[in-house]
């Protein structure tokens, strides 16, 4: 059975910092890419960073670059999101996900690919 547990999550003050972290079950392989999502209330879920699983290279959306860094540890099995400099708007339930279908191309965007979910966890900025 396929498992994403994340954790790392909670209420931290505008300007702070949290690594969010998932851990991953599933069989990894080099066709897998990873990435990080976030849904705030009333918000569609939004793309924030990908990674691929056996690859250096990291794939940020706008908001978060500079910011926010993705990192794995093969060895662990265990998906990383360093968050720096957290501003209100930051503020969202996040979401560790793996696609064992994205090929390429600009689609590790799309949460459509990613057919593996974590249960998410909340993180909370206050101004």
């Known amino acids: 059975q396929v498992q994403l547990v994340e954790s790392g999550g909670g209420l931290v003050q505008a300007g702070g910092s949290l690594r969010l972290s998932c851990a991953a079950s599933?069989?990894?392989?080099?066709?897998?890419?990873m990435g990080w999502f976030r849904q705030a209330p009333g918000k569609e879920r939004e793309f924030v960073a990908a990674?691929?699983?056996?690859?250096?290279?990291?794939y940020y959306a706008d908001p978060v670059k500079g910011r926010f860094a993705i990192s794995k540890d093969n060895a662990k099995n265990t998906l990383y999101l360093q968050t720096n400099s957290l501003k209100p708007e930051d503020s969202a339930v996040y979401y560790c996900?793996?696609?064992?279908?994205?090929?390429?191309?600009?689609?590790?965007?799309?949460?459509?690919?990613?057919?593996?979910w974590g249960q998410g966890t909340q993180v909370t900025v206050s101004s």
């Open positions: 990674i691929r699983w056996f690859g250096s290279t990291t």
């Open positions: 996900a793996a696609s064992t279908v994205y090929s390429g191309g600009s689609g590790y965007t799309r949460s459509e690919l990613y057919n593996y």
């Open positions: 599933l069989r990894t392989s080099s066709s897998v890419t």
